[in-house]
């Protein structure tokens, strides 16, 4: 728990860290944007402002044909930083989105990782429009490299298609554990391309969403806490059992953190060697069942312990025979 709290201290830490920089981002680029839509407050000799006037008039509209001038790439570098400004404007929205938790962060990391995308072949596209470019053809050489690069990235768009299934289905959300294969994990992230799993040790585990399958999610219902005590053989069962009615319910209120339910005696799971093994169950998370399982089983020790119940040992009995 301890861990967990110091985890989150850090996280919080980075993320207004993170939220400062853009906020200082955003006013930069406000500014920015403020001289991109009145290029006369710039403080440029009279010539050279008049000259990125008129190439805002031509490129914004994408109707120019000149060659690349001061003032294409002065007017260049206010539209990249435009968008710029849009996306992280956008991306501060998703974020308070996003501490919703659960379906609602998984939905806004994905939609921050396509805008990422989007934003990036606008200020491509735009950028080589101010440059002189035709826009047109830009997009329609995008189509056909897009349609021969499909071709050999079959894996890549079969991460991107499947990653949109995992979302779109349900069938896991940031924050869910998970097991796959052999391996353990909260789920950090899930983006276009790839899930992040996190481990209890703090391992991560980068999986291509296509290959995700065979899968558990432990987290859409309670889990259960397994325990198997012995006692000799001569304990008196009947006496037991109503010891522990009367006092496991008890347990319960001592650790609320852990147990969501109080603790149930099962019955006798085998007549083993040296005792008669007893099963014990509690329903908590999946996260906290290992803690719960390691809990219930120090709880069954103390209760025995107090009332004389004993846990037996493996004994070895020799027996003579006779000369």
Known sequence: ?????????????IMKKNNAKTYIG??????????????????????LRAAVLKTEQENLLFQNDAHATIAQLITLVLAVLLVWLIYQVLKLILNALAKRGGRTQTVVNLITGLLKYVAVIAAVVWGLSILGVN????????????????????SLIEDIITGAFIIFENQYSVGDIIILDDFRGTVRSI??????????????????????????????????ALCTVSVSYGTDLRKLEALLTEKLPDLLAQHPDLYLSAPRYLGVDALADSGVDLKFVVSTTETNVFSAQRMLA??????????????????????????
Request: glycine share 10%.
């Open 1 to 13: 728990m301890l861990k967990n709290a110091r985890q989150g201290v850090t996280e919080d830490r």
């Open 298 to 323: 120090r709880d069954i020790k103390l209760l025995f312990d107090d009332n004389g119940v004993e846990i037996p040992f493996p004994q070895v009995v020799l027996h003579q025979g006779k000369d």
């Open 191 to 224: 983006g276009v391309r790839t899930t992040v799993i996190e481990d209890a040790g703090g391992n991560l585990k980068v999986v291509n969403n296509s290959d995700i399958r065979n899968f558990q999610n432990r987290s859409r219902n309670n889990s259960v």
């Open 135 to 154: 826009a047109t053809a830009v997009l329609a050489g995008v189509g056909i490299v897009g349609l021969i690069l499909g071709f050999g990235a079959q």
């Open 26 to 47: 955003i006013v930069i680029a406000a500014i920015l944007a403020l001289l991109l839509a009145n290029p006369g407050w710039l403080p440029l000799p009279d010539d």
